[in-house]
């Protein structure tokens, strides 16, 4: 018998984690944003407690910006696996016309970050699974796979709880909480990899099709419905174009790609000069932006 | 300097050819290390890592970008590119110039896969240098060739060992600043050397290097013509690392008891050690209770086998009671089963250790109280001296004796890190204070099992019409304590009922004549307080302790020892002016005065019950009313009711 390869690991890592959350915490939920990585971290889940289902139900952010293929893929996923989906979106955000060409950096915050806060207190849930990955970004690096959060979600990374061996800490008082990726250890390319291999269903926008674009400070924007506000000047081409990262529509610049399936995506990807996280907007004001956003309990 | 770094993925698009399939194959084939790096910045350890991640090709160019802007920027460099910027993450390191925290970091080249804990060197950070080396199979411990062998060389090839990484790699770095010179290479080598066989690493391997300029890292460099063996990265790609769970008994922890209708019972966990099969006898540890696999199960289906590292889920052929924290292991071969340990534990908290403090303990699966008594030593890191110890401060190492509240399938950390690593958790915070290596079972706790005595507990009480318990009477120095104990005890004596009062001063005289008012001193004070009420409960009394007991663990402690219901924690609250207004022995003068040190309330804290079963206002209440709430509260639980069936 060979010895495990490298996937074979991160996955059992993985499911190891799923199910130390399961026995630990009273009511965990999974984040699940549509992206390749919810993907991974779903037929991670399914795997982890088969032949039973996931103990736990997925949770959307919706913004209201989502791309559309993004709500489909979403609830035929949550159908076809029989799991309870559940969709937050930050109403009182919405009644103050927050767009997210309107408030600039504050609209991620508003409209996922502090969504995601209401929706973990609404409904009480004590551990929440985060696709992130300590490859993506430098202050995720030292992220812990168990991540705890004080009552106000709040994360303190002088603070950080030691974890040691595969040993993880899920204790905490009442009203705090766990953040918990069991992708730490993953790259992207591990990520592409296992989606070709296990064949794990991915929201097509991530393939190259033909789908209509504007230029915006650089970026290629798709018009995925007509509330994306054109100027007489803006052009919209019909452009093949693919996502490398998924967010809200109007801040997600598409690519100009032909990988049409997912060895080709990842032929592209190994050729690629920029990293995975150019494509959103979020993440340009400064170096630091992405640990200050994780401060106030981002993903 | 070459422009940013070829800025592609494992490996560049040269690699794949036109055949993306075979280059996945390739890609996929590759095997995992996980390797840790030791040093401190000014070794030049971020410098070494970021010249890893950028020759390797893992940065793409708008990272290389910001990092050109960075260098500027903030930079030590002078303005040339400035590769540690890469890898200090946090604002606050970068403000500092410091790495802090554990960083993990990856790469790929087209032999292996890499995982690299990147860990700060200064002694204030030994808790996170042991947290990256617990999960690495190999550490590259970085010397600065001006300084040779240093405190924190020898501190780092330290803790590597206790982590049991077997495998070390020494890069010798800034070569450049030493003119490339062999005789300091060889001299550093040849000390490294006879340093490590003391602490019995035996495979190492010594490689000059310069970080910054690139030399001997991803290849062979010009400037070392006489430097003979494989560059940094070439070693890295090629060092074979056996991992002994492949060989070994099999053993898995149960994670998680699957159930998803009544026809399904399956047992999932991660395989820690050896290989199983359909058909394979197991043994359930600590019950020993025996049955075969009925089948394993994968994600993905029945499975002819599974190994160690992979997750699995397991069915078994008879319906015996296995749960969350028991370990399945080969009938023929378990572990063993113990509750008194010797361990080596790294203190990981600023609150420091204590002999007799309870804390959790977690091992694969299993979360059990643990008691440290007593520290045998404690580690200078440094020069590896045993030192006497009586607590253990944040990033102290030291040798202890353990005794667990039940019986848990253990091995030695040396076999299996898996089995015999644990963490420590402190019970009120819940943070993650300590980490432990277990070495052996004392051998008083294997064989010794408790005499099951046919005259028990439930056969004293019958006899005398009560219901065994502990009256714990906690509050400041002067708050009425021994006051109201004495009226309860002198009522329920009239009632014909059997009882001790174990008092605070009386014990300090006797049994605890020895001990001081230090916190160490106060924990043993009131754990032997607590097993005597213990032993008494046993006897069928009804057991008054009056101590002022002020900390919260502690008293939860003396909780956990008996069953539930049976200790009832008695609040006297008594506001500190108004016990030190009392002062009828004079203690809180002379505290006042300095002449009494650690005096509770005064320069010691006393940590309030927070859900005590009784409250007694002593503002409100005289003694003798709250005599009878604390009568009114045995009679309402049921302890001394006439015709009573003590229900043990």
């Known amino acids: ?299 | 300097m070459r422009a940013a770094g070829g800025g592609s993925v494992g490996g560049g698009a040269d690699v794949i050819g036109g055949d993306i399939e075979a280059y996945l194959q390739r890609h996929k084939a590759k095997s995992l290390l996980r390797f840790i790096t030791c040093g401190s910045v000014d070794d030049g350890k971020s410098s070494l890592i970021g010249r890893l991640l950028y020759e390797s090709k893992m940065i793409f160019d708008d990272q290389f970008a910001a990092l050109r802007d960075d260098s500027k920027k903030v930079g030590t460099r002078g303005g040339e590119i400035d590769f540690a910027l890469l890898v200090d993450g946090l604002t606050a390191e970068r403000e500092q110039g410091i790495t802090i925290d554990v960083a993990y970091r990856f790469f790929t080249t087209e032999k292996r896969k890499f995982i690299v804990a990147d860990t700060p060197g200064h002694e204030q950070y030994t808790r996170n240098m042991v947290t990256g080396a617990s999960t690495a199979d190999l550490a590259v411990i970085l010397i600065d060739a001006r300084k040779g062998v240093l405190t924190q060389t020898r501190r780092h090839s330290y803790l590597a060992a206790l982590l049991g990484i077997r495998r070390i790699v020494v890069a010798v770095n800034k070569m450049d600043l030493v003119d490339y010179s062999r005789d300091i290479f060889n001299k550093i080598e040849r000390d490294y050397r006879a340093f490590a066989h003391q602490i019995h690493l035996e495979d190492i391997t010594c490689i000059p290097v310069s970080a910054v300029v690139g030399d001997n890292v991803t290849s062979r460099s010009v400037h070392t013509p006489w430097y003979r063996g494989p560059g940094l990265l070439e070693h890295l790609e090629t060092v074979d690392v056996p991992d002994p769970a492949e060989g070994a008994a099999f053993r898995m922890p149960v994670q998680w008891v699957n159930r998803p209708n009544p026809e399904f019972r399956g047992f999932a966990g991660l395989i820690a050690s050896g290989v199983v099969r359909p058909g394979d006898a197991l043994r359930v540890l600590p019950s020993g209770r025996t049955s075969s696999v009925a089948r394993v199960l994968t994600g993905e289906g029945e499975a002819r086998i599974g190994v160690a590292g992979q997750s699995v889920t397991l069915t078994l052929a008879d319906e015996i009671d296995v749960s969350r924290g028991d370990v399945l292991s080969a009938a023929d071969d378990p572990p063993a089963v113990a509750n008194q340990f010797e361990a080596t534990i790294i203190w990981m908290h600023d609150e420091p250790l204590l002999q007799g403090r309870a804390y959790l303990l977690k091992l694969g699966t299993k979360t059990v109280t643990a008691t440290v008594a007593p520290i045998k030593y404690r580690v200078n890191v440094n020069t590896m001296e045993h030192l006497a110890a009586k607590k253990l401060d944040l990033n102290d190492i030291g040798v202890c004796e353990l005794e667990l509240s039940s019986a848990i399938a253990f091995e030695s950390y040396r076999d299996s890190r898996v089995l015999g690593g644990f963490i420590l958790i402190d019970r009120l915070t819940n943070n993650t204070v300590g980490a432990g290596l277990l070495h052996f079972a004392l051998r008083r706790s294997q064989n010794v099992h408790w005499q099951a005595l046919d005259v028990n507990k439930r056969a004293r009480a019958l006899l005398s019409h009560q219901k065994p318990c502990i009256l714990w009477f906690t509050g400041l120095s002067g708050a009425g304590k021994s006051t109201i104990a004495n009226l309860v005890e002198k009522q329920l004596h009239a009632d014909g009922r059997q009882t001790y009062l174990l008092d605070g001063d009386n014990v300090r005289h006797g049994l605890n004549k020895d001990l001081g008012f230090t916190d160490q001193n106060r924990v043993e004070n009131i754990r032997r307080v607590a097993e005597v009420a213990r032993l008494m409960v046993d006897a069928g009394l009804i057991v008054m302790v009056s101590f002022i007991s002020p900390f919260r663990s502690e008293r939860r402690m003396a909780r956990g020892l008996v069953e539930a219901g049976e200790f009832i924690e008695v609040f006297v609250d008594t506001p500190l002016a108004q016990a030190e207004a009392r002062d009828a022995k004079g203690l809180y003068k002379k505290a006042r005065r300095g002449e009494l040190k650690n005096f509770t309330g005064i320069d010691s804290p006393y940590e309030a019950p927070e859900n005590p079963e009784i409250r007694l206002d002593t503002t409100q209440l005289t003694p003798e009313a709250a005599a009878s709430q604390v009568i009114a509260h045995l009679r309402k639980a049921g302890m001394i009711d006439a015709g009573f069936d003590p229900g043990i």
């Open chain 1, 1 to 299: 018998m060979a010895a495990l390869d490298y996937l074979q690991r991160l996955e059992a890592e993985s499911i190891h984690i799923f199910r130390e959350v399961a026995a630990e915490c009273e009511k965990p939920v999974m984040l699940y944003s549509v992206g390749k990585d919810s993907s991974v971290m779903l037929h991670l889940a399914r795997k982890a407690f088969a032949p039973g289902k996931p103990p736990f139900p997925l949770l959307q952010i919706a913004s209201g910006w989502d791309f559309r293929e993004m709500l489909e893929f979403r609830d035929a996923t949550a159908k076809k696996y029989g799991l309870e989906l559940l969709v937050h979106t930050n109403d009182e955000g919405v009644r103050a016309g927050v767009k997210p060409w309107t408030h600039g950096a504050a609209y991620s915050d508003i409209m996922l970050t502090q969504a995601l806060r209401q929706a973990l207190d609404k409904y009480g849930f004590d551990a929440a699974f985060g696709g992130g990955r300590r490859d993506e970004e430098k202050s995720r690096a030292k992220e812990r796979v168990f991540s705890f959060r004080s009552a106000q979600h709040r994360w303190d990374p002088k603070n950080q709880r030691p974890e040691l061996w595969s040993l993880y800490n899920a204790r905490k008082n009442r009203g705090e909480s766990m953040r918990v990726f069991p992708l730490s250890n993953w790259t992207e390319l591990d990520v592409w990899q296992y989606i070709h291999l296990q064949q794990v269903p991915i929201v097509p926008l991530y393939l190259a099709r033909l789908r209509p674009v504007v230029r915006r400070d650089g970026r290629l924007i798709m018009v995925d419905d007509d509330r994306l506000p054109l100027s007489a000047t803006d052009r919209v081409e019909t452009l093949q174009v693919r996502f490398r990262t998924l967010g809200c529509y109007p801040l997600t610049g598409a690519t100009v790609s032909t990988a049409a399936d997912v060895p080709a995506v990842i032929r592209e990807m190994v050729s690629s000069k920029t990293s995975e996280r150019e494509g959103r907007g979020v993440d340009k004001d400064g170096a630091t932006s992405m640990e200050l956003r994780k401060l106030e309990g981002y993903f």
